[in-house]
Each structure stands twice: as structure tokens, then as C-alpha cells.
């Protein structure tokens, strides 16, 4: 008895005195990737439902790093069943990441809770992918591999006990009185008992991105067809009409690698019956295979709520969740046995006669959809855990019926997760905001995950030709007509810029495709923002909004600094700066060292902000001082394995370059096995005399290009 | 070693089974309230934090009623250490309640995490009092008596094994099919390992209110002068600009009852030190004292976060929490000795000299200035329950300062909770929407609380006349000009309407005085929804907005019906109806039953909807047929207790009427021992004779009035 009450006293003391932090103990897992282990973490995380294996010889090549923080400076501590974590943050540090987020790229200074969910206009945690990740401008990465619902403070929340105390002001008289006081930490709540946390070592913020996505096993490199041109059709489309379309786009001379079928496949939608709809597609074999014939693929839309009337519905109904979605029942599909029968149902008749993949959708949110989190799963798993993870385990187990069958797959998803970054999937939504999709396509970089700003629709040819520009200069280009049943020349007075861009974005494929291959060799993020480039001063061009005083309405007024996001880069070399509805002139900054007109290859500017009017017809784009571009011709669907093209590589600028060009066949897995090649382009002008030159593959490795030529883009 | 693994296995299956909901024990704690004990609740909830004793008297008063509901149909379950529940919903029944919300009226089809915070534009269950209490229309209401962050599903949760299934329909095909699912259930997730459920009877919603408010300990009596009219100055106002102020009431014959003085009487504030500012108030005491000669009061701002320059710093210092709020540490106001220190602080050289009560500033949120969810409080409490707390203990630990002194305060705050219906304090905020003002007021009467419209600073004098009209119809008529300066008179040409508007608010003190009087002894909210009102039909005049169809920004498209929110009734007979800037007319509906002009008591309707153009001095105001309105001459500041005053008895319509004249002191507790009195008047009109009578008090007891009249107000 006396030991008892001992152990409850004790007990008391330590849920009282459990704020004494204790610093965690971090080993090195992996070259500069360390990782600790709190409390008692969940079985079940972000890492391991993602499937994720590091790439092993990624980390290795980019060499080992110190742990690059203060490890006293670190604390973590279990209360209550909630995990406390504490990361230090200096006065100068900035923070980038914390999932796909839509409005803002910096992320000091706010407070966010990160949960999977429909983006719905506001930058606080809820979004289609909230990886628990973030990057600190002094070069170093934290990952807290966790399937909860993390709050997170990133440099917001004030010690008492702080080592760097803010200045204390008096509201009463101190002009200077902040409202927000500085912070030097990093916090965050995660309810569960334990978590593990990793910390990437830099020396630069794209180091430890880079770090990241390679402990994800690398970037996903999509087959060479997913790089081309999508058209997502109406969703009541049937088969004749998808041929119909097909052939449209071949006679109008416009590429197209897939079409996306939406809704009207199946039998019946919302909830799904994953079966087709005989009327709609009375043969779907002989339709896909006659589409493969002339190289277009299908895909298919798809959520994973299953009707009544779905064939699988009474053999997957032990294996789901307590609640439904649109009165479809949830497969658990953390379950073996649920997962045979759906992923079962998707395989058959539909992967197994050719579709190349599936779109997967409304696997995010919002609350007011999806399982609630009273929602009980077979699993044991928490609703909350589930719907962290839905997306991602979605992504993995489609990968898998096709990697089994060593095929490549590329799609689309509406939610993903840390873990996820080697899944071949672009993440999209049903939000609508040119701009703010630009700052997601800026962020996705920072989240291990691809972004599309499809174009679905718009009011003017303006808005039509403006969404379509930068939507070549993104990971899918796309029209998703699943409800307005645009084409590509549905505004007749820019159909044709519009067949010039979708041509540019095929020209433009061994580039792409060659920065995937960076993406999942490196871990580097294909498209990124500005922030991750050497040379770019945050700080050129920015604006700071002083709030109106208006004590009335917002009586701890604050200024507003605004950050760049409206413009990013684009593979090694690209500088994309979107142009939108209504403007006829921006300012770009350019980052230190020169730079040049992608289109006429003259010098742009330097370390400066330059101001351009460039009409309708064109999208800003620069090359860096010595980039290369390789491009092939125009072709309306991307290369067949072993199929050779002409390869054209275009040279910008002065300096020296150097281009790793990417090449396997294109579709399958044998790129695993290292059936891969890395050619070498060089390129260098001196005293007027230029010298280029490109290695060749290694002996039976593969060689797509011929008639290799080399333009000099500045004269 | 068998029993633990038989134990450990057990524990597994309780896990993966305990889906099998339960239906709680319900037991009668009080006449048609019951409680049941779900788990192992907390120890610390909203009831002890509020330290709400039920007002049994009242309870037994209106008698004993059977449970509700079908107990079969309630379902409890803890799971993985969260609790589970569920309670039973039919297709007609509409909800009520969930807090204090600025912008529906309707909670059913709602998603909401009831969250102590400041209110940021949206019903999302983060408000000022996100009260755990709702009312159905069937006429009863369930509280959850727990301080966590409880996420509410009211009607969106759809279950695979409901009874009571939606209709499953084929997306593709049906136009019929709706994107939100028929639910038969409210749902709720609290994240904490039990909770203690209480189930108020009918059998109309208002009974329901009634015990909830009564379980509360009543809803509060404040002072008879809260209930006039208060002036709170510019922040830095000095004690001879105090005494300039009310000087400029006096001399402008503008009622006045109590100052409010801002951060400014402090020596220095956020963070603050409680203590007089030497230099602005020399010496407090002695323009207390003279101002209480005058018959003002005097109230303080504060907020509760301690500066270092604090005279109470270094003792507080092992009683506060781990982080700060602009850097002044958190009172850990749920330990004794953290009271002591600070409330002690509040009462010397404030309450002791005379000081009328606070407003209690910023223990609300938003997120970003209070205490993160990582602080750690020495209680062991987490911030969470502090959150969820912290209002309603500053409430009660500054009104037992009062209760002490047997005199009674009434001031300001900025959060509460369920539990604290009896205590003496009105929410406000910074929002200033004056039409979701009116929103809130009628919510408060779902939520046990009160609300003031308050009065800051206007765009025009349009805008700063109708603020005033419904301000002076709320629990508080005041202007707070804390940082704006402004005044009664600031605007010339609406200068006479606001001093009309303020007399009209002192003439019908006897009114509002005896409608608090019945929210304390029997429940009734003085301010609240026309749903609670027998006759109101909602659907009169409710226009139902389909959104336009725009499948590319808003693919779930939906209906949505627009409630009644812009009316409201005020105490037993008054319906209001606010005019707001740019309104020259509106509808308004009337419920069953006849209705007369409040001005003129002429007949203004009977169950229908009318369209009035008041003009700009007039807010329209009816009055139930057989109203009595007790009215006393526009004095400038209330009586004191025991000062007699003149009574003017306005009758309305037909009817036989009869009201409860409510009167005691008016500034002690004394009542709480008897002492007071309720007097029936009769009215009644029969072939054009009148009848009218007054009973009176009983012997000893409190009589305020002389000079007693009845006023016909309806030829």
C-alpha cells in the first residue's frame, strides 16, 4: 500500500513538474537526416502508411552533415497524453513549408493546426497536404512523422523563462508597442503520447528539402507521358465521346498524352460503384485499347465511397468505417483484407485492360463530407488518423497494382501527407484562385508534393490564356472540364496561343522530365520558390502594408509584410513570373547574377527588379546566366519507350553550363534496376568561341536522342 | 505474467470493440434536469470553474418533468481517451444554441469545435462563449459540463447502421441528389476520457433554457444602476478629464450611471500592473469618492496578464504559467494562492475604495495573443481548460470581492462559458457588425449570457443613431469610447434622438430591472430569439437562396435558407426590430397574436409579416396584446436604494394583462435573504371598462415606487 500511494504522489509531481523539458536524443539514421524518439509514438505515422523507404544512395552522395542545431536548445515532453515539442528560432530566421499552403509562402509568425482538409481561403493548417515539415532560412529541416493533428506556433508563442526575452513596452505611451511579441521558438502540440521527429541538416534550406524528400525515397518521377498534355473530359462524356474528342484534338493538331474520365464511368456516383456504366461505355476494353493504339491514355476518376449497388459493397462492408460519405461506405484501407477487395475492384476491369491511372478524389475534406471524427474505423486507427493518412495510402496501394505490373503511373489526388513525396501524383482542388495557386505551386516544393493549377474554366479569353500559361510551367498541364466541357480552343481568339503553349510544354519534355529524374535521384523540388535561390533578396521589391489605424475594427494593429509569391522556379534554370487577368505589366525580381529572355535570350537584368509588359501572348520567363534547356520537337504525344527524338539544346547567357540530361524508357520500373542514363551537356564561351559538347550514355543504356544540335540563344 | 497478457489483450479488443456504444445512467439531479457520468470525467469543469450552485427554488418552482428523450437512443462511449457522443435527432426538429454565435440562429447541419476565442467572422464554434448547451425545438437541451475543446457534428454525421438511412441517389443521373446527407443524430467528440452529460426537459425550448439557466444558479440581477447608461472614456483620460465628463453628461442632461476607464488608469498596460497611474490619477480615492457623490460609478479595464514592473510580479511569478501574454506572465487563477495575489491586487486600492466593478479584458483569444495550447499552467491544468476557464473564473473571483462586501457589481468581459449564467457580466468585443451584433444578443439567450451592442465610433450619424437604438434594447446601453473619444453628442444632428434613446433606457428601468429579476429567480433570458416566442412562425417571410449554379468554384452546390436574425425579443413583452445604416424600411415578422406600436399603441399586426418605414429617430418597436410596461421618469443616474419613484403603468392592446413588478435595494445581495419583493398588476378591458391594479409589498419589504399610473396606451 505504502509503494502505491508513493507511485501516485510521484505520479502528481510529474504531471506538475512535467514542463522541466527534457532534450531528446537524436541518432543519425541517415547521412545529415537525425531522428529521436518521444514517449511512445503511434504504431502508425505518416512514414510508414506512405510506405515510404529512403533513398539510400541519394543521402549518401549528398554526404554526411553535422546535427545542425543546438541540441540543448530542443525539447520534448509527454503531459497529459499530449506531446510538447520546443526547436529554437534565432531573430533572423524565417520559416517555409508547413504543408500546401495557398496564400502565403513565409510562415513565421503564424499559428497553425496542421489537418488534411479542402483548402477553404485561409493559410491554417487546413490543406490538402499539411506535411509536418518546415525549413529554416539557416539551412535546416524539422519532419515530426506524425499522423495527428499537430498545432503548431512557429515563433509566436512567449516563454516566460525565455533566454531571449522580448523587450517589454507600455501600450499606454510606447509608440514601438508590438502586439505580437518576438518568439524564439518553434512549438507545437501533437495529442498523442510520443512522436518521432527527424531533423535535415543543410548547410542550405534546399539541402535539408532535399534531405526530405530523399528520406520519402526520392521525388516521384512520373512516366514521360504524364509530362505532356490532359484533357479531363465532362463528366457524362461516353465512349463515343471520348473518341470524339481524341480525334478533335489530333485533326485540330493539339497534343494530348491522357484523358481523364470523371464521374460518369461508373454506374453510379457519390456514393461509387467503381464499376462501368454499360450504357456510357458498353466496351471499355476495346475503347482503351484502341486510345493506347494511338498513344493517349485514360484515367479515371474516382473517391473511395462505395454504394450499395457497388459488386464489392457486401464483402468490404465488415472492413469499414461506422460513418458514411455521401452515403457510401469508408474502406478502412489500413486493413489487408480492405484493401484486397477495393484496390481489388480497381485493378480489375479497369487497370488490368489498360487505364493508366486514377484521379482520386474528395479523399481530403471538408468536415462537412468527409468521416467525421467521431467516425469509429475496424482498424483500431482514430478517424483523425485516417483522415491524415486517407490520401496517401490512396496513392501508395494505386502504385502498387501498377508497380506490380512495371508500369508507371501519374494522377491526380486530393490529399496527401508527409511520407508521400516519391507517389506519382499531382495534387488539385476545387478552389479557383490564379494567384493562389501559384503560391501553392511555390509551396509544394517546401511540402514534398507536385501541385497543378488546372484550368477548368474562365469568363474571358484573358483569364483562359493567362491560366494556361503558367499551367505549362507546372508539374501537369491540364484542363479539367468535368463540369464546364472547355477544349483547348474553346475561346477561339487565343486557341491558337494556346496550341503554341501546350506545343512549348511538349518541346519542353526532356527538360521536365530530366528535372523529375533531379526530383527523385536529389530530392530537388521541380518547382520552388524563389526563396531556395541562391542570389534572391527577399527583400528587393517587398512591400510593407501598413495597416489603416482603425482601433475601432482591429485594435491591435499591425503592419502586413507581403512576400513574393507570384513568381518561381522551374527546374534548374527557369524563372516563371504568371501573368494575371487584368495586368498588363508586373515587376519581377531577379535574383542576383544575369539573367536572360527565355524566348529571344537577351539579357533581362541582374540583382534587380525590372518592370515588363509583355501582351497577351506570352508568360515572363528567364534562364539563368549559362542555362540549358534541351528541347525535342512538337510532337502531339510524348515519346514511346526506345521511340528516338530530335534533341535541340538551347544555351543561354555567358557563363559556363553544365546540364544533367535525363533518359530511360519512359514507362516502366527498370529505372530501379538502373537502367538509367545521366548524359553530361557542357557549354562554355570564351573570348567569342564557344564550345559545347554532351556525353554519351554508357553502353545498353537508353538513348532517346538523335540529331542533337546546340542554339545559342544569346547572341 | 498470464493475467497481464490476459489483461493486455482484453485491453486490445476493449479498443477495437468499444465501438459498442453504451447508453448511459442517466439520474435526476434537480426537478427535470438529468445527469449522467460518462468515463472518468475531469475533475475541473465548466460548472466548478463558474462555482454555479443550481438555484434549486426556482427548479422545484416549475415543477418535476419526465426525461426527454429516449434514453436508448443516447450513446456514450470512451475510446483511445476520447469520449464519444451521440444523441438522437429527428427529421423536424431545428437546434438552438452551441454558444454565443454573430451569425446564424440555426446550428442544425453545423460542424463545430467550441472553443473560448475571439470571435473571427465565421460560426465555427470559436466565440466568446461557445457554451456546451443546445435546445431543440421538440423542446429540450443537452449540456456537456466539460472545459475541452468539444467538437460538435449537429446533424452532419451520417451512420452506416442508422436507423433511419438517407436515401442513397446516383450523383451522375439524379437531380435530387444532395451533397449533404440526411443525419438522425448530434454527434460529439471531446478529447478527454469522460464527461458529465446533463439533459434539461421541456416541455417547450424556452422550459429547457429556464433549467439550464437555473442549474446555473439563475441567470444574474445586476445593480438597478447597470442597467442605465455607461460611458466608457478615451484610454488616456486623466482624472480631471473624468470629472470633465461627467460634468458634460450632467450639464448636457444626457443620463449617466457609471465611467469606464481604459488601459489608461493603469500606470503602464500590456502587460499591466494594476496599480493607478500616479501622474494621470493622483489620487484615485478621492474622485471615486466624488464621483459616487454624484451618484457615478466608476469601472476599470483590465486584462489579467501581469508586467514585471507589477508591485504582485514577484509573488505571482511561481503561480503563473509557462508563457506569457504580451510579455506579462498568466495568473494561474485556478490555484488559491495565484487569487490571492491577484485579486487582492484587483481589490486594494480598488474595490476598497469604492471602484464599481472591471472589464476584463482579452481572456478570450485570438490564438496569436494568448497563451499557446503548449503553455504549462503550475495547476496542472492544461491551457485548454484554461481557455475554456479562464472568463469564467476572472468573473467569479471579481464578483466574490463583491459578494463579500454585500454590494453588487456588474462589468464587462470578454469570454465565458457554460456555468457562469449567474454571474454579473456582459460580453462584447471587437467585431463590429452591427446586424451580427444582433445575432449574438439573440444567441445569448441560447447561451446564458448577455451581450452588449455597444456603441464605438460611426462612419455617420445615421449609422451612430441606429447602433444607438438597439444599443439601448440590450443588456447594456453604453458607448465605449476607449479609443474613438466619442461621445452622446458626437454627432450635432442625431444629438436630442440619443438623449431621447438614453432617457427612453433610464424611463424603462422598472422594465428591464424586473426582466433580470425573472432571468435570476426563474430563468428566462431577457434578450432572445423570436424561435422562443409561442406563435412565431420561422418561416414566415424566410427566403431560401439557391447558390448560383457554379460547378467550377463550388461543385457541392447548395440551398441555403436564411433565418430570421434581425429581430428579437426584449424582456416579456417587447419584440424588436433593429434598422441598420442604409435601411429606410424593412419587414418584420409578427408572431400569432395581435401586436401594438410600442409609441403609439396602435395595432400593428397579428401573424404576418409587415413592412414599416420608421424614419430615422424611430426603432420599431411592438408590444404583445395585454403588454404592461412599468415606466419611471428620465432621471440622469438610477435611484439609490430606498429613493422612491414615480410609476407609469403602460398598457397595451386587449387582452387581460398581467405583470410581475420585480423590486428590492437594488445594490446589495440582501435579496439572496428575501429581501424582496414581486407585485402583480392586473389590466383588463371588458365592454370598454378598464381595470387595473397593483398589489403591494409585502410588509418590510422593498417599495421603490409611488405615485402610481396607469397609462391606456391602445384606444
Redesign the interface.
Known amino acids: 500500500m505504502h509503494r502505491s500511494i508513493l507511485f501516485i504522489c510521484s505520479l502528481f509531481l510529474c504531471?506538475?513538474y512535467?514542463?522541466q523539458a527534457q532534450a531528446p536524443t537524436f541518432t543519425q539514421v541517415e547521412p545529415g537526416i537525425f531522428k529521436a524518439i518521444i514517449g511512445k509514438p503511434d504504431n502508425f505515422n505518416l512514414l510508414n502508411a506512405a510506405g515510404a523507404i529512403p533513398y539510400h544512395a541519394g543521402l549518401v552522395e549528398m554526404g554526411n552533415a553535422g546535427f545542425p542545431l543546438n541540441k540543448a536548445d530542443i525539447s520534448a515532453t509527454v503531459?497529459?497524453?499530449?506531446t510538447?515539442l520546443?526547436f529554437p528560432l534565432t531573430r533572423t530566421e524565417q520559416l517555409y513549408g508547413f504543408g500546401l499552403n495557398f496564400q502565403t509562402v513565409y510562415q513565421r509568425?503564424k499559428?497553425l493546426t496542421l489537418h488534411v482538409d479542402n483548402y477553404a481561403g485561409k493559410d491554417n493548417g487546413r490543406t490538402h497536404a499539411p506535411t509536418p515539415f518546415y525549413v529554416s532560412s539557416s539551412g535546416y529541416g524539422v519532419f515530426i512523422n506524425c499522423a495527428r493533428y499537430i498545432?503548431v506556433?512557429a515563433g509566436?508563442?512567449?516563454?516566460?523563462?525565455s533566454k531571449t526575452?522580448?523587450?517589454?513596452l507600455?501600450?499606454?505611451?510606447d509608440k514601438n508597442?508590438k502586439?505580437?511579441?518576438y518568439s524564439d521558438a518553434v512549438?507545437?502540440?501533437i495529442?498523442a503520447e510520443g512522436a518521432e521527429i527527424y531533423i535535415f541538416a543543410g548547410p542550405t534550406p534546399m539541402d535539408a528539402i532535399r534531405r526530405y524528400n530523399l528520406l520519402n525515397g526520392g521525388g516521384c518521377l512520373p512516366p514521360r507521358w504524364g509530362l505532356g498534355f490532359t484533357q479531363r473530359v465532362q463528366?457524362?462524356t461516353d465512349a463515343a465521346g471520348v473518341t470524339a474528342e481524341a480525334k478533335a484534338f489530333e485533326d485540330k493538331g493539339y497534343p494530348l498524352d491522357f484523358i481523364g474520365l470523371e464521374?460518369?464511368w461508373?454506374s453510379?456516383?457519390?456514393?461509387c460503384t467503381f464499376d462501368w456504366?454499360k450504357t456510357r461505355f458498353p466496351d471499355p476494353k476495346a475503347l482503351v485499347q484502341d486510345m493506347l493504339k494511338k498513344n493517349i491514355r485514360l484515367n479515371l476518376w474516382t473517391n473511395p465511397y462505395v454504394?450499395?449497388?457497388a459488386p464489392i459493397y457486401k464483402t468490404i462492408l465488415p472492413y469499414?468505417?461506422?460513418?458514411?460519405v455521401?452515403?457510401g461506405?469508408v474502406p478502412d484501407i489500413s486493413l489487408p483484407k480492405a484493401r484486397d477487395i477495393f484496390f481489388g475492384q480497381l485493378e480489375t476491369g479497369k487497370v488490368d485492360i489498360g487505364i493508366s491511372g486514377y484521379k482520386m478524389d474528395e479523399v481530403d475534406g471538408g468536415?462537412?463530407?468527409l468521416?467525421?471524427?467521431?467516425?469509429?474505423f475496424?482498424s483500431?486507427h482514430?478517424a483523425e488518423q485516417m483522415r491524415q493518412t486517407y490520401g496517401l495510402m490512396m496513392q501508395r496501394y494505386v502504385t502498387e497494382l501498377y508497380h506490380k505490373r512495371n508500369q508507371r503511373t501519374f494522377g491526380l489526388v486530393r490529399a496527401s501527407n508527409g511520407g508521400g513525396a516519391s507517389l506519382p501524383y499531382v495534387i488539385y482542388n476545387?478552389?479557383?484562385n490564379h494567384q493562389d495557386f501559384i503560391t501553392a505551386l511555390i509551396n509544394s516544393g517546401f511540402a514534398g508534393v507536385l501541385w497543378t493549377p488546372e484550368v477548368?474554366?474562365s469568363k474571358t479569353s484573358e483569364e483562359w490564356l493567362r491560366r494556361f500559361q503558367s499551367n505549362i510551367f507546372s508539374p501537369m498541364a491540364m484542363i479539367n472540364a468535368?463540369?464546364?466541357g472547355t477544349k483547348p480552343w474553346t475561346f477561339p481568339d487565343v486557341a491558337e496561343q494556346v496550341k503554341q503553349l501546350a506545343n512549348l510544354r511538349m518541346q519542353m519534355m526532356p527538360y521536365w522530365y530530366s528535372e523529375f529524374a533531379k526530383y527523385h535521384f536529389q530530392g530537388i523540388p521541380p518547382f520552388r520558390a524563389m526563396n531556395l535561390e541562391p542570389g534572391f533578396n527577399s527583400t528587393q521589391g517587398i512591400k510593407v502594408v501598413q495597416t489603416k489605424t482603425n482601433?475601432?475594427?482591429?485594435?491591435?494593429e499591425e503592419s502586413v509584410s507581403k512576400e513574393i509569391k507570384d513568381q518561381y522556379m522551374a527546374g534548374e534554370y527557369l524563372l516563371i513570373a504568371p501573368m494575371f487577368t487584368g495586368q498588363n505589366s508586373r515587376t519581377i525580381i531577379l535574383p542576383k547574377g544575369k539573367w536572360f529572355d527565355f524566348y529571344t535570350g537577351k539579357f533581362a537584368g541582374d540583382g534587380e527588379v525590372i518592370t515588363v509588359t509583355p501582351g497577351l501572348d506570352k508568360i515572363p520567363v528567364y534562364v539563368k546566366d549559362g542555362g540549358i534547356i534541351p528541347m525535342m520537337p512538337p510532337l502531339l504525344h510524348a515519346p514511346k519507350a526506345n521511340q528516338q527524338v530530335d534533341l535541340e539544346i538551347r544555351y543561354y547567357g555567358n557563363k559556363p553550363g553544365t546540364y544533367n540530361l535525363y533518359d530511360d524508357d519512359g514507362e516502366t520500373f527498370n529505372y530501379e534496376k538502373g537502367d538509367y542514363s545521366f548524359r553530361q551537356i557542357k557549354v562554355t564561351k570564351q573570348n567569342g568561341k564557344i564550345t559545347s559538347s554532351i556525353s554519351n550514355a554508357a553502353p545498353g543504356k537508353p538513348n532517346s536522342f538523335k540529331n542533337i544540335t546546340f542554339k545559342m540563344m544569346t547572341e
Open positions: 504531471l506538475n512535467s514542463a503531459v497529459n497524453g499530449k510538447y520546443r509568425g499559428i498545432t506556433y509566436t508563442a512567449v516563454r516566460a523563462d526575452p522580448a523587450e517589454v507600455d501600450r499606454n505611451t508597442w502586439s505580437h511579441p512549438e507545437m502540440l495529442p463528366r457524362l464521374p460518369g461508373q453510379k456516383s457519390y456514393p456504366d454504394s450499395p449497388e469499414t468505417a461506422s460513418h458514411t455521401w452515403n461506405l468536415d462537412g463530407y468521416w467525421p471524427d467521431v467516425a469509429i475496424p483500431g482514430t476545387d478552389y479557383y477548368r474554366a468535368w463540369s464546364s482601433l475601432e475594427e482591429n485594435p491591435y
